[in-house]
C-alpha cells in the first residue's frame, strides 16, 4: 500500500483493520465450548457463536480506529511511545500533511487522519 492508496480509504473496516496490524492486535476469535450437548463455540470477545456470519465476526474482534476518538487515540498513545510523536516525526508530520492549515491542527484531527498518518509513517 502506498501513500496515494491511505489517502484515498474511507473510514470503516478496511482502514480499521490496517491501523489494527500496526497496533498488533490480535484479530483472531478465541473460541470456547458453549452448552455441552450442543458442540457450537463462541468468542470469548464477542460472544458470537461460530456459525455467525463472517461479517459479524470480523467485525467484533477489530477496533474502531477510524471511528471512534477514544478508540483512535490509543493510536496517538503508541505512537508517543515509539518515538514518531515528536515534532519532525513521520508520525506528526503525515498528520501536519493532511491538514489545510497547520495552526488548526487540532480541530481537523480526526479518527480517520489519525489511522491515515500512522499508516503513513509505518511506511517508511
Not at 93 to 109: K, T
Amino acid at each position: 500500500m502506498n501513500k496515494e492508496e491511505i489517502l484515498k480509504m474511507e473510514a470503516g473496516e478496511k482502514l480499521n483493520a490496517a491501523v489494527a496490524v500496526v497496533m498488533g492486535d490480535d484479530l483472531e476469535h478465541s473460541w470456547t465450548g458453549g452448552a455441552p450437548k450442543s458442540g457450537i463455540k463462541y468468542c470469548t470477545r464477542c460472544n458470537a457463536p461460530d456459525w455467525a456470519p463472517a461479517a459479524v465476526l470480523r467485525h467484533c474482534s477489530v477496533k474502531l480506529y477510524s471511528e471512534d476518538i477514544s478508540v483512535a487515540w490509543l493510536v496517538v498513545e503508541k505512537m508517543k511511545v515509539e518515538d514518531y510523536c515528536q515534532v519532525g516525526g513521520r508520525f506528526c508530520d503525515s498528520l501536519v500533511d493532511m491538514c489545510p492549515d497547520n495552526e488548526e491542527l487540532l480541530f481537523w484531527l480526526s479518527p480517520e487522519a489519525i489511522c491515515k498518518a500512522v499508516l503513513i509513517a509505518r511506511l517508511g
